[in-house]
Nanobody, 128 residues
Framework: QLQFVESGGGLVQPGGSLRLFCAASGFNLNNYAVAWFRQAPGKEREGVSC????????NSADSVKGRFTIPRDNAKNTVYLHMNSLKPENTAVYYC?????????????????????WGQGTQVTVST
């Protein structure tokens, strides 16, 4: 059985925090870069943040720098997205995805087509 489970989403007030979890079962994350993408209503899917295979390199969108981090725990085959100071415009479905290589591009995270495995998404809603 292959599962790529995303969890931790929900409703949060502006300024609040959430922790998203991306856990893989039946396949390996530990030798691959992983990224979080999101898609808001009426918007194209966009990259949020990515992390290389051992956590030594991360890239993040300008809009989330200083507020979001993307730690990973290879022993648990899990990648996280820590989201602080959330804004209403951060409302979206967030997706975890495994890249085709150990490292992301030097800048950004590459095209969605370069990611082999995708979770089903977890809804994050930031609202009063």
């Amino acid at each position: 059985q292959l599962q790529f489970v995303e969890s931790g989403g929900g409703l949060v007030q502006p300024g609040g925090s959430l922790r998203l979890f991306c856990a893989a079962s039946g396949f390996n994350l530990n030798n691959y870069a992983v990224a979080w993408f999101r898609q808001a209503p009426g918007k194209e899917r966009e990259g949020v943040s990515c992390i290389n295979w051992n956590g030594g390199l991360t890239n993040s969108a300008d809009s989330v720098k200083g507020r979001f981090t993307i730690p990973r725990d290879n022993a648990k085959n899990t990648v996280y997205l820590h989201m602080n100071s959330l804004k209403p415009e951060n409302t979206a479905v967030y997706y975890c995805a495994r890249y085709t290589n150990v490292d992301p591009p030097e800048e950004g995270w590459g095209p969605p087509g370069a990611y082999e495995y995708w979770g089903q998404g977890t809804q994050v809603t930031v609202s009063t």
